[in-house]
């Protein structure tokens, strides 16, 4: 067996386990730090090796929008675009 495919099992049998990184690798006497580079690296692998339709976003390509819909007793509808919340709060407390 090659180095990885042995990391690989023990990745695989640290998810099986259920236990804390660091629990497992006390288990089984690894480094803590060398079985997290083995984590990322099978991660990885695994996300190149998945053929599917899905697109890997990343924090920084997430687009948050703040929009809300206020109705009004009246039947007045107002949609706000805002990430201000006391501007928010000062519009549901108009009457």
Known sequence: MSKQEIMYSHVENWKASGLTQVKYCESVG???ENFSYWVVKYK???SQ???SDFITVTRDQVVRVQEYEIMYPNGVKLRVHTDNLNELYSLVNLV
């Open 49 to 51: 090796s998945v053929d």
């Open 30 to 32: 690894l480094k803590i």
């Open 44 to 46: 990885s692998g695994l």
